[in-house]
C-alpha cells in the first residue's frame, strides 16, 4: 500500500464551479500535513498546510481527518488559473521513524474549463 | 524569488559524462534535501542534509553523490549515469522541525543521452 494516495484525476471543472478531492494516508503518526501545487514542468510550491481543526485560505479550504486518515482539499469558484496538479504532503511526527521525512502523493491534475 | 535557486535549469549529458547540479538557499534554513521526480510519478526522497550532516540516503545508487559544504548550498555530484536517470532533480529546503513546510528550487531538468 502506497504511504500516501490520491486519485489522479484529471478533475475536469468548469470555471466557477466547486471541486474538492481527497488524499489517503497510511502512517497512524503522521504529524503535519500539506497541499502544495504543481504547474507543468515547474517546482511543487507549498499552498496551505492543514491544521486539525481545518483551515481555509480565500477559495481554498482544507480539512483533516485524523481517525480515518485522509486530508482534503476544496476548492471553491475556480479560476482558469486553478489547473494545476494538487499534492498532497503528509510529514512523520517526533519520535517515529519516519520524522522529518516529506511523503508525497502522485498528485490529482485539476482542469478548470471555461 | 523562490528563495532557493537551482542551476542548470536544464542538463543534457552522455552516460560518461561527470557533472554537478547546485543548489542554494536563501531562507536562513538549516535542512535541505534533493528530489527526483519522473514522468507520473511521485517526488522520491534522495537526500537529506541536517545541519550540513547527512541524515539520509535513500538507496541512491553511488552514481549520485551529494555534497553539503555549509547549510546555505547543497550539490550533486552525477557520474556515468544511466537513461533511466532522466528526470527533475528538486532541492528543497526547511527549517527543520516537525511542523514546517518545505519549499523548492526551480529543478534541473536532466537528460541522459
Known amino acids: 500500500r502506497k504511504e500516501v494516495e490520491q486519485d489522479p484525476g484529471p478533475f475536469n471543472v468548469p470555471e466557477g464551479a466547486t471541486v474538492a478531492f481527497n488524499c489517503t494516508y497510511s502512517?497512524?503518526?503522521?504529524?503535519?500535513f500539506f497541499w502544495y501545487r504543481q504547474d507543468c514542468r515547474k517546482e511543487p510550491k507549498l499552498l496551505m498546510s492543514v491544521y486539525s481543526s481545518g483551515n481555509e485560505d480565500g477559495r481554498f479550504t482544507a480539512q483533516l481527518n485524523r481517525a480515518s486518515q485522509y486530508i482534503s482539499l476544496l476548492i471553491r469558484d475556480s479560476k482558469l488559473s486553478d489547473s494545476a496538479t494538487y499534492l498532497c504532503?503528509?510529514?512523520?511526527?517526533?519520535?517515529?521513524?519516519?520524522?522529518?521525512?516529506?511523503?508525497f502523493g502522485a498528485g490529482t491534475q485539476v482542469v478548470v474549463t471555461p | 524569488e523562490t528563495g532557493v535557486t537551482q542551476t542548470p535549469r536544464h542538463l543534457v549529458m552522455g552516460m560518461t559524462n561527470k557533472k554537478s547540479l547546485k543548489c542554494e538557499q536563501h531562507?536562513?534554513?538549516?535542512?535541505m534535501y534533493w528530489y527526483k521526480q519522473s514522468a507520473k510519478k511521485p517526488l522520491e526522497l534522495m537526500f537529506v542534509?541536517?545541519?550540513?550532516?547527512?541524515?539520509e540516503n535513500n538507496s541512491v545508487p553511488s552514481r549520485f553523490s551529494p555534497e553539503c559544504p555549509n547549510s546555505s548550498h547543497l550539490f550533486l555530484h552525477l557520474h556515468t549515469l544511466q537513461p533511466e536517470d532522466s528526470a527533475l532533480y528538486l532541492c528543497?529546503?526547511?527549517?527543520?522541525?516537525?511542523?514546517?513546510?518545505?519549499?523548492f528550487g526551480d529543478g534541473t531538468r536532466l537528460s541522459i543521452l
Open positions: 531562507l536562513g534554513h538549516n535542512a
Open positions: 502512517n497512524s503518526a503522521s504529524q503535519s
Open positions: 542534509y541536517s545541519l550540513e550532516e547527512r541524515v
Open positions: 528543497a529546503s526547511s527549517q527543520e522541525n516537525w511542523s514546517q513546510p518545505q519549499h
Open positions: 504532503v503528509v510529514k512523520g511526527g517526533i519520535s517515529t521513524d519516519s520524522w522529518g521525512k516529506l511523503q
